[in-house]
């Protein structure tokens, strides 16, 4: 029996998150496994008066290519993702992999290689992004292999994934206007500050916020969403952070990394499990040892650890930091290759300083800051 939140996850996808409207260029990307989902988001898109482009992506491609590839092959791009990337008006991307770790046997060199000649790709798409010349979003359809990461059945998965999104309420796109002004006050204040300070066990890092712009998030660049976040000074950055979550990256997955920074550079990394991953990411290029987003995740329709970066880092009560390329929109300079969040649980014994004063204890703000 088809699940009707399908009709209303392309609904939200289409009607909030990207606007569609007359004549977009809309590129829906995927895999077979979301195919309900892509053939109702190709509907909604055609009732909206939009041109719906899909693009489904073929099981074992990429690691057939990280495998097998020559560096040629490796840094070859194809036409269409050239076209794709200057021409679309809206790109809805739906993650929904049968396997989560399938690359876990390849060379990082090849990864980081792959990574490099394609970052150009994703520069201009973040770069029209900014300018409003594109409208994107991310989101995840629920799968076994994602459900087996989170430790859950398929069911209960799929009704985390889409309490998370709101879309288990009568109206999600009225929960996500709600969500969005409270977002909107916390990044108007936070752009008052000029300096975090973050303590928990484990961690203790500064990070230098001034002049930069905090970016509510409210379901219309990732789904579900719910955070703010900015680009901190690029050589700011200073002390310690253990991340408590596990942290998956282009098909691998690394346990208890621990990041050392210096004039806002990472020193000492390590972790238990994929140091070797680690420190070739960090190795990838010059901006890669530095923080290119400092983020407060805030949507407490997530409480749950999933091994999805996706619904990990909108956690309510944790904050994380992306090694590597900084949001343009945000004000941060860092240029890389790499984007990699990394989630710090603060749930437990916590706080965090803005310039000195105490404005985050345990997971939440004091009340009536913002």
Known sequence: MPDPRHERFAQVLVDYSTSVGEGD??????????RPLVSALYRRVVQAGGHPEVRIGVEGAA?????GGNDEQLAWI???????????????????ESNTRGLTGIDPA???????????????????????ELRRVVTAFPTNASAQDAEMSLADYEDFVYRAGFLDDDNPVTS?????????RLAEWLGTKKELRVVTEGTDLTVGVEGRTWIPCDGKENFPDGEVFTGPVETSVEGHVRFSFPAPHAGRLVRDIELRFEAGEV???HASEGEDFLREMLAMDEGAKRLGEFAFGMND??????????????????????LGKA??????????????????????ESEVHADGELVYRNGEFLPDLF
């Not at 949001?327 to 437990?348: I, Q």
Request: glycine fraction near 8%; aromatic fraction near 6%.
């Open 301 to 322: 329709s997530v409480q749950e650890f999933t091994g999805h970066t996706l619904f990990d880092e909108k956690l309510g009560g944790t904050v994380h930091m992306a």
């Open 25 to 34: 260029l809309v590129l829906i990307e995927s895999t077979p496994l979301a």
């Open 327 to 348: 949001y343009p929109e945000s004000g941060g300079k860092n240029e890389s290759a790499l984007h990699w969040d990394l989630v710090c649980d603060l749930r437990g």
């Open 110 to 132: 090849r990864q980081a290689l792959f990574a490099r000649s394609r970052s150009h790709l994703r520069d201009l798409t973040m770069e029209r992004a900014a300018a409003g």
């Open 176 to 184: 996500w206007q709600a969500l969005g002004e409270k977002l909107a």
């Open 78 to 96: 194809s036409p269409r993702l050239r076209g794709d990337a200057k021409e679309a008006n809206v790109r809805i991307a739906i993650e929904a």
């Open 267 to 269: 020193v000492e990394a």
């Open 63 to 67: 690691e057939a290519l990280l495998a």
